[in-house]
């Protein structure tokens, strides 16, 4: 009888892990991500940063942006194309019962913010922070944090 328990519980745990993994590694739409479909998008906003050390070694920050853009605009359409062309990865880090604070991404000196907005500001919006290391920070409205890493297709 204790073994029959042994062997249930051992092939428990190797299904849990087998399920892990697969959430892990399969890619996510960004309307998986924000739990929202993309037409129902109506705003967005968009800065990217470059920053670093020239060859002359002069420090360098370059900031380029895109203002409250809506779903008529040529703009709004390519930043939310560019959006739906990548699969995203959840993080394990997803999983812990407690918020994630912080997010390094290893010296990157690129990033960009996308602020989506679909309804009421306060609770109906997403911030998007994008490294060029491939690493992605998902905030909801007032929620939490939640970490993705972006599958590049």
């Known amino acids: 009888m204790r073994k029959h328990i ?3 519980l051992i092939a428990l745990l190797a299904l849990i892990v087998l399920c892990a993994c697969v959430w892990r590694l399969r890619p996510h739409s960004l309307a998986d991500i924000i739990s929202v479909d993309e037409s129902a998008i109506i705003s967005l906003t968009c800065t ?3 920053s670093g050390v020239s060859e002359d070694g002069t420090p360098f920050i370059d900031n380029y942006e895109l203002q409250a853009l809506t779903g008529d ?3 709004f359409m390519a930043v939310v ?3 739906n062309q990548s699969g995203y990865q959840q993080s394990f ?3 812990l019962p407690w918020a994630i604070t912080s997010v390094s991404s290893n010296g990157s000196s690129m990033n960009a913010n996308i602020f989506l907005a679909w309804g009421n500001t306060e609770k109906e919006t ?3 922070t994008v490294y060029d290391d491939g690493k992605v920070v998902v905030s909801l409205g007032a929620y939490a944090a ?3 890493q972006l599958d590049r297709r």
């Open 126 to 128: 997403c911030f998007l």
């Open 81 to 83: 194309d560019l959006l």
């Open 6 to 8: 042994k062997k249930i």
């Open 93 to 95: 880090q997803n999983l």
């Open 73 to 75: 605009s040529k703009d």
């Open 48 to 50: 990217a940063n470059i």
């Open 146 to 148: 939640q970490k993705v």
